[in-house]
């Protein structure tokens, strides 16, 4: 009868030793991951603003010459970077406000797909003016945006051959 029992308890020794090494594995496992996730990159508010900047002026461009499938390029990676601002900076109270300039933006997309020059002017200023209005209703209104004058990049042509 002590034969039996005692391989019981070596073999329940053995589990519980085998379970604490996977417990204890998985537990390295863990901790270098949340390692590896602290230390991976996260574009900054700043960051991603930048590029909204750079799609605002591109799409500025790109509809007052007519080029209306740049345009519409423009629109959607603005949208994306507004997404981004959801994902990446959920934190920050900026984020809450940013769904603000939807409509606008819609606005916009509706002059583009109907390729309407008059619209897209129109709608371009107020998507303008509602990007200074959420500066101001997020504490940044110093942060003017303005309809721009010349293209940031001279290496890309608005013109399309007609």
């Given amino acids: 009868m002590k034969t039996p029992v005692l391989i019981l308890a070596l073999i329940t020794i ?3 030793s085998s379970r604490n090494d996977e417990i204890d594995f998985l537990r390295k496992r863990i901790d270098s991951l949340e390692t ?3 230390r ?3 574009p900054g508010f700043g960051e991603i603003m930048s590029g ?3 799609h ?3 799409l500025w461009f790109a509809g007052i ?3 209306w499938e740049l345009a519409d390029f423009e629109i959607h990676e603005l949208n994306e970077l507004f997404d981004d601002i959801k994902v990446f900076q959920s934190d920050r109270t900026e984020s809450k406000d940013i769904d603000m300039i939807n409509p606008a ?3 916009v997309s509706v002059a583009v797909e109907r390729k309407n020059m008059n619209i897209f002017k129109r709608s371009f200023e107020e998507f303008t003016n509602t990007c200074n209005e959420c500066h101001k209703i997020t504490k940044f209104a110093y942060n003017i945006v303005k309809v721009p004058s010349r ?3 001279d290496n890309q042509e608005f013109k399309i051959e007609k």
Avoid: W
């Fill in 14 to 16: 053995v589990s519980c």
């Fill in 36 to 38: 590896a996730l602290a």
């Fill in 40 to 42: 991976s990159y996260k």
């Fill in 52 to 54: 909204v900047q750079i």
């Fill in 56 to 58: 605002h002026s591109k």
């Fill in 65 to 67: 010459n007519g080029n």
């Fill in 105 to 107: 933006l819609k606005k």
């Fill in 151 to 153: 293209p940031v990049f």
